[in-house]
Antibody, heavy 118, light 107 residues
Framework: QLVQSGAEAKKPGESLKISCKGS????????IGWVRQMPGKGLEWMGL????????RYSPSFQGHVTILADKSFSSAYLHWNSLKASDTAIYYC?????????????WGQGTMVTVSS | EIVLTQSPATLSLSPGERATLSCRAS??????LAWYQQKPGQAPRLLIY???NRATGIPARFSGSGSGTDFTLTISSLEPEDFAVYYC?????????FGPGTKVEIK
């Protein structure tokens, strides 16, 4: 399973790192993706990290605004912002790409609600 | 970037009816398409991967078909728990992309 950190309330310009901890499988062997869902909207793929070697891929829409990290010693992936904007208000999901499921996202975290407001 | 278009945006049906959801890709994605279901307040759940393969634990009333650019998710007979939003997603190339979703609502 994937368990995400709790809801966050931040101000514009602040930094933030949210986490996603995997258990019950070999965390280092599967890509972990991050998906944004803005209020009342659809799903947007942000990027992927491979915890085994921390290789990352970003959507052009998010490159440069967020950093995706992994720490295999903690079986965790992270999504980091240096400077939040109000438009970052959203639910953020982590999800595992399962090679036995055609590399679709077969396991999802419960989501982390991030609210950015002055 | 591969753009996915889903239709209709909303589908109003009654329990027991058949639901047919469409997903169209802006270019050929072979069979690299997945479908997800999302209910209010919940994370998405994988239903179908690689166009037609049901994920673990998914009932047989869900089926996927298509290839290339046109794909269909069919729910043969709607159960009350099937009323939700459905998204398609391609993995043919980065960036991975999702469709905008189809909401299946109770008529």
């Amino acid at each position: 399973q994937l368990v995400q950190s709790g809801a966050e309330a931040k101000k514009p310009g602040e930094s933030l790192k949210i986490s996603c901890k995997g258990s019950g499988y070999s965390f280092t062997s599967y890509w972990i993706g991050w998906v944004r869902q803005m209020p009342g909207k659809g799903l947007e793929w942000m990027g992927l990290v491979y915890p085994g070697d921390s290789d990352t891929r970003y959507s052009p829409s998010f490159q440069g605004h967020v950093t995706i990290l992994a720490d295999k010693s903690f079986s965790s992936a992270y999504l980091h912002w240096n400077s939040l904007k109000a438009s970052d208000t959203a639910i953020y999901y982590c999800a595992r790409q399962g090679p036995l499921s055609g590399d679709a996202f077969d396991i999802w975290g419960q989501g982390t609600m991030v609210t950015v407001s002055s | 970037e591969i753009v996915l278009t889903q239709s209709p945006a909303t589908l109003s049906l009654s329990p027991g009816e058949r639901a047919t959801l469409s997903c169209r890709a802006s270019q050929n994605i072979n069979s690299y398409l997945a479908w997800y279901q999302q209910k209010p307040g919940q994370a998405p759940r994988l239903l179908i991967y690689d166009e037609s393969n049901r994920a673990t634990g998914i009932p047989a009333r869900f089926s996927g078909s298509g290839s290339g650019t046109d794909f269909t998710l069919t729910i043969s007979s709607l159960e009350p728990e099937d009323f939700a939003v459905y998204y398609c997603q391609q993995r043919k190339s980065w960036p991975l992309t999702f469709g905008p979703g189809t909401k299946v609502e109770i008529k």
